[in-house]
């Protein structure tokens, strides 16, 4: 049926896109585990890429969700369409009727009535039309050309035919005869002429004599209509196909060319590109990915599928490519465990640091200027350790004074005298 293969078009299209959806999903994950496992250079090469794909697979999300709730409609408005049609031509084909025969003295006896196939439908029926229909590939281009389904099968029609005699039809006053009879049908057709003259000479093969509306579809083929113009309109999900895993997929993005400044042209406060970084950008993609990208696949990409991911072994813990660990679970885990690594890192620095830190204190943290030790400078009474890069207090013959004493004479300790009393300074002028 023609408006199946219709609405197929866009179906194959949402179909396609799901799947490539999730082989993009797939590949965002590699990059942030990558990412997360790597440093350096090699995770400065994953940051444009990782950035790019992250812009890609929003967009496929955002029409994605834009298609999903038309598509829905549509296919629960085309599938009844479409079973109504497709019970419409069942009743349509059905060749049943309901004859009554005369006997030999003329009479219409119930007993020798024919047999009654009346109303009796063909479940293996199939849609004429529908076996006659051109072959042809409809895309979604040419599908926008096509004509409306029409509203076909709308009328119920009741058919008869009366035979006066084998043989010969009935006329106006004429009695019936010998193996006369009268044959009923009733099918559905798009529409008919009645006969004024039921009875009449040129009566002689069944002829429509009634016939009433039978729009039992009509709502439903308008409503297919309508939801076939709303897919049109729709995006075509070209974002979804999408591989990331090509090199001019992402070569173009934003995303890509920033990152790319920030991460490989050493312009890490960069937040746009100008033409003027073109030459830079140009160059540190090519040493990244190779000449117009010629190393992505088989350089960058098997790195990334090489990367080895941590997870469990038993009761111990083992590594794993990650080409092999593409679930999310196992995405989900590599980086966990990842990260459990760092903290174990962090905190060992942070301690050996802590200790270095304790033992200058140790060195350099008496308030009597005579018994620091060490390079140190007064910091609010209590002498430290001299940050780097401090210049050397000299005495006026420019030799260095003693490690701590006099570099701060306001805060020196008052001269004592023998008894521990303070003496009195005084000044002699010359």
């Known amino acids: 049926m023609r408006l199946k293969r219709r609405f197929d078009v866009y179906k194959g299209e949402m179909e396609t896109a799901i799947e490539k959806a999730a082989q993009q999903q797939r590949a965002l994950r590699s990059l942030v585990l990558a990412a997360a496992a790597s440093t350096g250079r090699n995770r400065a090469k994953i940051l444009p890429v990782l950035a790019a794909a992250g812009a890609i697979v929003k967009r496929c999300e955002e029409d994605l969700k834009a298609r999903q709730q038309t598509h829905a409609t549509a296919h629960a408005k085309v599938s009844i369409a479409r079973e109504l049609l497709t019970a419409l031509g069942k009743i349509a084909s059905n060749k049943g009727e309901y004859k009554a025969i005369l006997d030999g003295s003329g009479q219409f006896n119930p007993t020798t009535k024919s047999a009654e196939t009346f109303g009796q439908i063909k479940e293996d029926a199939t ?23 029409p509203d076909v099968a709308n009328k119920i029609v009741l058919t008869n035919q009366c035979v006066r005699t084998a043989g010969t039809a009935c006329t106006g006053s004429t009695s019936f005869g010998a193996s006369g009879s009268l044959s009923y049908k009733l099918t559905v057709s798009n529409d008919a002429v009645v006969v004024s003259t039921p009875f009449s000479t040129d009566h002689s093969a069944p002829s429509p004599v009634t016939k009433a509306d039978f729009k039992i579809a009509t709502a439903a083929i308008a409503a297919a209509n309508t939801e076939l113009k709303n897919l049109r309109a729709t995006p075509d999900l070209a974002t979804c196909t999408k591989d990331i895993r090509v090199f001019n997929t992402i070569k173009g993005e934003h995303a890509f060319k920033l990152m790319a400044l920030k991460a490989l042209a050493n312009k890490p406060d960069a937040e746009k590109v100008d033409s003027s970084d073109s030459a830079a950008l140009q160059l540190s993609v090519d040493e990244a990915y190779g000449t117009n990208g010629g190393d992505y696949v088989n350089g960058f990409w098997k790195d990334i599928d090489s990367t080895p991911v941590p997870k469990a072994d038993g009761a111990a813990e083992t590594t794993e490519d990650l080409r092999n660990r593409l679930a999310l679970d196992a995405h989900s885990e590599g980086i966990a465990r990842l990260f459990v690594k760092t903290l174990v890192d962090e905190e060992k620095k942070q301690k050996t640091k802590q200790k270095v830190d ?37 005495d ?20 004592r005298a023998a008894n521990g009393k303070e003496k009195n300074a005084k000044i002699l002028l010359f």
Not at 398 to 415: E, I, V
Request: aromatic fraction near 2%.
């Open 127 to 149: 849609c004429a039309a529908a076996d006659t229909e051109a072959d042809d590939a409809i895309t979604r281009a040419t599908e926008k050309g096509e004509d409306e389904v």
């Open 358 to 394: 304790e033992t200058k204190s140790e060195d350099c943290s008496s308030k009597k200027e005579n018994e620091c030790k060490g390079d140190c400078v007064l910091v609010e009474g209590i002498f430290k350790p001299k940050k780097k890069g401090e210049e050397e207090n000299k």
């Open 396 to 415: 006026k013959n420019g030799k260095a004074a003693s490690t701590c004493a006099g570099r701060d004479k306001k805060h020196a300790a008052p001269l």
